[in-house]
């Protein structure tokens, strides 16, 4: 599979078709598609050139979002093809019954071997996502990130992401993470905010190669035989930029498994 090339010089690539799209497909029935989106295009949105929604709408073929992931974001996506199908799926969503999971590189070292980021969200200035608690009143306690006692601020939400680092090195580090919740920008905002932003995230000042290191690795749901469908993409060269002089892809291989 072959990532959307980066503009430059201000020349906007032209966005794949639908036909390269579907080649990268994971799996399918007639109720969904599995599949592994490159960076560079949304799921689906207004404020957005093109999207998914879209090209496939142009080829003749209906596809409803389940879930988004981000345009800097590259990784597994949930499709759904009818209405009937729609419904179930997201459902699954909302009863955090999902299995999502996802690998970051960040900017940065120093995270711990394993922990959990208890913050809430809110929406701030321009509509940014933040945390909803001053950062200075953040405490990590054995790998638990949470803001003990401070005011939140109102209409925050709990948003939880397990984190796990794999690998660092050269002013890097990769990390396993897995939202427990479903917020908007969550793991982004969650790694900015404890110190440790991902790399090449236009959100928090890393930009400058036209994505993110962020890939949604893994998802697994429940179809509608009530099999467990497990869906994993595994991420491409550009997603390693940061670290593809010092780790190679043997050993890429080797740390996912």
Known sequence: MSTPPVARGGVRPEPPDWASLRARVLVETADYLVLDKPAGISVTG????????RIAAEAGERV???HRIDKVTSGVVLLARSIAAHGPLTR???ARTVAKTYLAITASTGLPAG???????????KNRVRVAAPREEI?????WWTVPGAVVRAESFAS????????????HTLVVAEPHTGRRHQIRVH??????????????GTAGRGRTSLHAWRLA????????????????ADFWDPVATVLSAPDRSALLG
């Open 92 to 94: 699954q969503f909302a």
């Open 64 to 66: 409803i979002p389940v």
């Open 221 to 236: 749901f429940d179809d509608a035989d009530g099999r467990r469908i497990e869906a994993r993409a595994e991420p491409e």
């Open 115 to 125: 922990g959990t980021v208890d913050l809430p969200l809110c929406t701030g200035r």
């Open 139 to 143: 405490r990590c306690a054995d790998g």
């Open 191 to 204: 790694l900015a905010w404890i110190g440790h932003p991902i790399a090449g995230d236009p959100l928090f």
């Open 46 to 53: 207004e404020r957005h050139d093109t999207d998914l929604v």
């Open 160 to 171: 939880t992401t397990t984190l796990r680092r794999l690998w660092e090195g050269a002013g």
